[in-house]
């Protein structure tokens, strides 16, 4: 056997930024910053959107901005509409992946940063500094020309394989550039995977709650019926060597993260598929119906960490019941490092979207057999169990 000194992980689908970064190269950087600026402008209400540049004031004599020149190493100001950090240390990878965890759409000057995709301007004047990129040119996705500039300069068509498929536009020409990356953004949206919570211990209910047949079946197979009619694959989560236990036919995805209980098993289920959004699902919920989660995915926008129904009964975030986007994995691990593993926590202190249920009764869980019974009494159509 090949040993492996690591475990093998699902790695996210990240660049060096973050998820969805675009390089615009060719043109001086005024010309990037205000391309930048009118697709952040048109999609920001959407999308999380979010830029790198590089500032080059006094690069010969650089001058570190206020406390950093007395030697602290990190300055934060609370500019009251925004906030400003200052960093005095070499930032790599996988800091920069943090910083630009909550964006949907990076756009990059690519004439100081390389990243996963290319945008190129067609610039007379920059024909030489271009020409001396090509390195860089590893997914060019769009060519835009500049109003003097009639074709592409040949030497990209020697150097770009799929040279003929990259779509051409003119640089002012706004609509067709935003119809580009709106196309992209709908395509960079994540799929969705179902998760039913079943692994839970069911102490005060006496019984495994998952297993409870409200509708002629157990719920955790009731549940996973209903979403795999609205999700790419569906999981049966339970707890590290519960498989047998449940006796299903159902794909199951054990804890990996162990003892975290809910935490854990939608911890678990972005380590199997980190770039899937996850629409997760307790087990006690025994009125919930497919118009409620119809409700749910139709209301779901991705640009927010999750998108969560507001609990009727305390008027807090419900997080179990709830979509989970791949960019909560990193905050989540990021609440787990400093201790915290309420799920309900996360959604309180990130950018979730929190919606009311249409039929707030469609959200009554089950703990105790007094509420099994409290159930049966309101809906006849229940067996008593």
């Not at 500094?129 to 835009?144: A, E, F, N, P």
């Not at 102490?203 to 409200?214: I, N, Y």
């Not at 036919?249 to 162990?258: I, K, R, V």
């Amino acid at each position: 056997m090949l040993h492996t000194k690591h475990t093998r992980l699902s790695r996210p689908a990240l660049g060096r930024f973050g998820r969805n970064e675009w390089a615009i190269l060719g043109t001086n950087c005024g010309a990037i910053r205000l391309l930048a600026q009118h697709l952040v402008d048109a999609l920001s209400d959407r999308y999380h959107c979010g830029y790198v540049d590089a500032d080059h004031t006094d690069a010969d004599h650089p001058v570190l901005p206020g406390m950093l020149a007395a030697g602290a190493r990190v300055e934060y100001t609370d500019a009251i509409g925004s906030h400003r950090l200052n960093v005095h240390a070499d930032w790599n990878t996988h800091q920069f992946r943090q910083v630009f965890n909550d964006t949907d759409l990076l756009l990059v000057n690519g004439n100081h940063h390389e990243v996963a995709r290319q945008i190129i301007v067609i610039d007379p004047a920059k024909e030489h500094s271009l020409h001396k990129r090509l390195d860089q040119l590893t997914d060019v996705r769009l060519i835009l020309l500049l109003d003097n500039a009639n074709q592409a300069f040949d030497f990209l068509q020697d150097a770009l394989p799929e040279f003929d498929e990259i779509p051409q536009l003119h640089l002012s020409d706004h609509a067709g550039i935003l119809q580009f990356f709106e196309r992209e953004m709908q395509q960079s949206i994540p799929l969705v995977n179902g998760l039913v919570l079943a692994g839970g211990k069911s102490l005060r209910m006496g019984r495994d709650k998952s297993a409870m047949e409200w509708h002629g079946k157990p719920q955790r197979e009731y549940l996973a019926d209903l979403l795999s009619e609205r999700c790419a694959e569906v999981f049966i989560s339970c707890r590290a060597g519960q498989e047998a236990e449940l006796q299903t036919n159902y794909a199951t995805l054990p804890d990996t993260f162990t003892d975290l209980g809910p935490f854990g098993a939608i911890l678990s289920a972005f380590r199997h598929a980190p770039d899937r959004a996850w629409l997760v699902v307790a087990s006690d919920l025994p009125l919930l119906d497919a118009n409620t989660l119809d409700f749910l995915i139709k209301n779901r926008q991705p640009k927010h960490a999750a998108t969560a129904f507001e609990s009727p009964f305390d008027q807090m975030p419900e997080p179990l019941i709830t979509i989970w986007e791949p960019k909560s994995y990193n905050t989540m691990l990021s609440f787990l490092a400093q201790g915290y593993s309420c799920p309900r926590k996360v959604l309180m202190n990130s950018d979730a979207r929190i919606v009311s249920a249409p039929e707030p009764d469609k959200l009554t869980n089950v703990n105790t057999p007094e509420d099994a019974t409290r159930i049966t009494q309101m809906d006849s159509g229940f067996p008593r169990i």
